[in-house]
């Protein structure tokens, strides 16, 4: 067979067309897998990474269709195991807990301006600030990922062209190989799906159900864990640049939101094992980080109507770091401890 | 603006291409590729565009003033300023503060100021042009245009501006005299081809080790294999990248109906540092072998004139790389290089070809230390490490996956301008499919060419 005839207009054509066809059964097979749940949370697929701020958006709504929201605990995995009944019980309010994995301020505004926005009128926020959550570094992609909550953010209405714009720039993010990767992968796991992590109850507590029953069945090894945690954080604080002004704005517009909507704040600093405190202690960027950070937390009561409690040392609650999971996550029980000496706090 | 950006692929390119074969008249091309070049330029920062536009048309008056001059020697005289002129902007906004810095050192008395000035992109590429213009008319080579507008494109194509290839005015005349043509057969499909190449060979293969190297080059202390690590992965780096941007010029030069010069023809594969001058950065060796070399005297003038020439033109070379001495110091190691190798050309040629290729290799990678270094204490330190077998070190799998991957690619696959990319419709899908691929690697990243900062 002769080659074709060499028009450049139709080999543009043909290039552009298979351009458009190649980039529509990427997005079709993203959009069908979905590894990460950024489309939809309802999926045969098996799911790689747990979308935390998904399952709080989607929580978050049907739980105030019992009743609204008075009470909403805001974090990052530190305080995604606190119990909201154990405030609802000593305060009398309806709390959700709104925690999600690796939360920064972004999420913390968002997500209590999505509770807003959704007609809730939190009379407590409960924050538990992370110090890496006012550090330098990049929004995590799964908030950029979530329409409602960068609508929320970015205190934009909701609107049809603004979902399709979002997705658009979601599909465009999509195109890269990680993604393929993983889809593929979701796909060959698809027969022997692997055993959720985590799950999470009706009020948005979270459950370590694989890491509880390591734990009981004596299978998981906390100092590894312990110690694999303490070289990450210190890893991680090598490179700290300062603490980033977009993220101590966005923390103070909720505070200065929180105290126009006339709701009481009562921040935490959370927990740390007494080994990485140690080693905190030994390191010039750690201590320089921590002290930026708790400067600013301890700060922000100065300038509004919110409390700071300082439970950084687990003797502040009473806790037994030696049963946590790892240096800076809680134990369940240390979790309850902490929720019932924020409650005693007067809350 | 990069080529590797969503701005410049998305937005960029479909415009300024459907706009210049939407007009058709000559002008209306020369204009379009001028105000794309400013826009593009423009996008680092506007304000260079000035000093570009008087560059463009100092060059521009000079070429039509030696044309027009009564006698040779006024024709000397404006070529001699235009030339001066052109290397005391590049002098001044490149190397006034190293020359400052030095003199300052060297006598502390001396109170010479540090300027606050920023070093324009693409300088020493567009200096260069207008420099071969301004010579090349002097010397008959070839006849000043009395064309403003087809000047202006010849030095503002966008997509050799800031890194070449320096491309001269006799090179493309031809093209630019015939750009209201109808786009030639075969030409979109191959330009798309090498463009889709090398944004592959940049976006993949450069770019990976790039994230090899950069790491291990900010640890203060390296091992033996952390060093040849390093020094392989750079070299790597540097070809893939610099081939990998001269391939999407030459991909876009065909796009727009322009035949842009080559740059590259397997360096690595080179017998000889004589023979490597003649593989890497073409454009720029043939421009120091005939603009400088040849006026130094070249090596009319017996051996040690001709030596002394080499050495003067390869450190020049070298410094014109950027105000450094790790720069001298590798033209200089070039130059020492090159005439040891014409001293020692029949001792050498008289090994087998494979062995004298791996020494010519080892020789440009241990040069490729000195300019990917800092300073000197850095070329030191990594050069010593790179001779210190006992302290050997870790094995990095990642790292020795992709350099063999590098080393496959520089040994098998022929440069992008000698392939002959099939140029039926058939093709088109698959050229979409290396687009594709290579955004996949773009999407999300920042990544500029290393070559931007010459």
């Given at each position: 067979m002769r080659a074709s005839a060499l028009c450049p207009r139709q080999f543009w054509w043909i290039f552009l067309l298979s351009l458009v066809l190649m980039v529509g059964a990427h997005c079709l097979l993203v959009t069908t897998v979905d590894p990460r749940r950024y489309f939809s949370s309802r999926n045969s697929f098996p799911q790689l990474h747990p979308n935390s701020r998904r399952v709080k958006v989607e929580a978050l709504a049907r739980f105030q269709q019992a009743g609204p929201v008075t009470g909403l605990i805001l974090g990052s995995s530190r305080s995604m195991l606190l119990s909201p009944q154990e405030f609802d019980r000593r305060t009398g309010l309806r709390f959700f807990n709104a925690g999600v994995f690796s939360g920064t301020a972004e999420d913390f505004l968002s997500l209590y301006r999505l509770a807003r926005r959704n007609g809730n009128h939190p009379r407590v926020i409960v924050l538990g600030l992370d110090p890496a959550a006012i550090y330098e570094g990049r929004p995590e992609e799964e908030l950029s990922a979530n329409f409602a909550l960068t609508a929320a953010l970015e205190n934009r209405a909701v609107s049809g062209w603004g979902q399709a714009w979002h997705s658009l720039i979601l599909y465009k993010q999509m195109l890269r190989p990680q993604a393929l990767v993983e889809v593929a992968t979701s796909i060959a796991m698809r027969r022997h799906p692997p055993e959720p992590r985590s799950t999470f109850d009706a009020d948005g507590r979270l459950h370590e159900r694989k890491t509880e029953r390591a734990i009981q069945s004596g299978e998981y090894n906390f100092r590894a864990e312990l110690e694999l945690s303490r070289r990450r954080m210190i890893e991680s604080l090598q490179n700290f640049q300062g603490l980033s002004q977009r993220r101590t704005q966005l923390i103070e517009s909720l505070m200065a939101e929180a105290a126009a909507d006339q709701a009481r704040v009562v921040i935490w600093i959370p927990p740390v094992h007494p080994t990485l405190l140690e080693t905190m202690a030994r390191s010039p960027q750690a201590t320089t980080a921590d002290g930026l950070a708790r400067q600013f937390t301890i700060g922000l009561a100065e300038r509004y109507p919110v409390q700071v409690i300082d439970l950084t040392h687990p003797s502040a609650f009473g806790g037994d770091p030696d049963r946590w999971y790892d240096s800076i996550h809680i134990s369940p029980l240390d979790a309850d401890k902490i929720a019932r000496r924020l409650a005693a706090y007067g809350i | 603006m990069v080529f590797n950006s969503d701005v410049f692929l998305l937005a960029f390119l479909p415009l300024v291409y459907l706009a210049f074969w939407a007009v058709r008249s000559k002008q209306s091309r020369y204009v379009l590729l001028t105000a794309a070049g400013y826009v593009f330029y423009g996008w680092w920062d506007w304000r260079f565009c000035l000093l570009l536009l008087f560059s463009s048309l100092l060059s521009f008056g000079a070429g039509l003033a030696i044309m027009s001059a009564p006698s040779p020697r006024q024709s000397r005289w404006w070529m001699i300023g235009a030339v001066t002129v052109d290397l005391s902007l590049?002098?001044?906004?490149?190397?006034?503060?190293?020359?400052?810095?030095?003199?300052?050192?060297?006598?502390?008395?001396?109170?010479?100021?540090?300027?606050?000035?920023?070093?324009?992109?693409?300088?020493?590429?567009?200096?260069?042009?207008?420099?071969?213009?301004?010579?090349?008319?002097?010397?008959?080579?070839?006849?000043?245009?009395?064309?403003?507008?087809?000047?202006?494109?010849?030095?503002?194509?966008?997509?050799?501006?800031?890194?070449?290839?320096?491309?001269?005015?006799?090179?493309?005349?031809?093209?630019?005299?015939?750009?209201?043509?109808?786009?030639?057969?075969?030409?979109?499909?191959?330009?798309?081809?090498?463009?889709?190449?090398?944004?592959?060979?940049?976006?993949?293969?450069?770019?990976?080790?790039?994230?090899?190297v950069d790491p291990l080059l900010k640890q203060p202390h390296l091992s033996f294999?952390?060093?040849?690590?390093?020094?392989?992965?750079?070299?790597?780096?540097?070809?893939?990248?610099?081939?990998?941007?001269?391939?999407?010029?030459?991909?876009?030069?065909?796009?727009?109906?322009?035949?842009?010069?080559?740059?590259?023809?397997?360096p690595y594969r080179a017998a000889g540092i004589q023979d490597f001058w003649h593989r890497w950065h073409i454009s720029l060796s043939t421009w120091l072998r005939d603009y400088l070399y040849i006026t130094l005297g070249g090596s009319r003038g017996g051996t040690f004139r001709t030596q002394g020439n080499l050495m003067l033109t390869m450190v020049l070379g070298g410094l014109w790389h950027g105000a450094n001495w790790t720069f001298v110091i590798w033209g200089g190691y070039h130059g020492l290089l090159l005439i040891m190798d014409r001293q020692g050309g029949s001792f050498f040629s008289n090994w087998p070809r494979p062995l004298y290729q791996l020494q010519t290799f080892i020789l440009v990678v241990i040069g490729w230390v000195l300019f990917r270094s800092d300073n000197l204490p850095m070329a030191g330190r990594w050069l010593s490490a790179m001779f210190q077998p006992d302290n050997a070190g870790s094995f990095a799998p990642r790292a020795a996956a992709w350099l063999a991957v590098a080393a496959a690619w520089v040994l098998l696959v022929p440069e992008s301008w000698e392939i002959k990319f099939p140029t039926t419709l058939r093709w088109a899908p698959v050229y979409a499919a290396g687009l594709l691929l290579a955004y996949y690697y773009i999407n999300g990243t920042e990544s500029v060419f290393l070559y931007f900062q010459f």
């Open positions: - | 590049l002098f001044f906004f490149k190397y006034f503060n190293f020359f400052s810095g030095n003199v300052r050192a060297a006598w502390p008395s001396v109170p010479l100021p540090v300027l606050e000035v920023a070093l324009p992109v693409g300088i020493s590429f567009y200096t260069f042009h207008t420099i071969s213009y301004v010579v090349d008319v002097y010397a008959g080579r070839v006849r000043a245009t009395r064309n403003l507008w087809e000047y202006l494109t010849y030095v503002n194509l966008f997509f050799q501006l800031v890194a070449g290839p320096i491309v001269r005015f006799r090179q493309i005349e031809d093209d630019l005299d015939h750009i209201d043509g109808p786009p030639q057969t075969g030409w979109t499909a191959r330009g798309i081809a090498i463009f889709v190449a090398g944004l592959l060979k940049k976006v993949v293969i450069a770019d990976h080790l790039g994230t090899i294999l952390d060093a040849w690590t390093a020094a392989l992965g750079y070299t790597g780096q540097l070809y893939f990248d610099f081939s990998g941007y001269s391939d999407m010029a030459l991909g876009l030069g065909l796009l727009f109906g322009l035949r842009i010069p080559r740059n590259f023809n397997s």
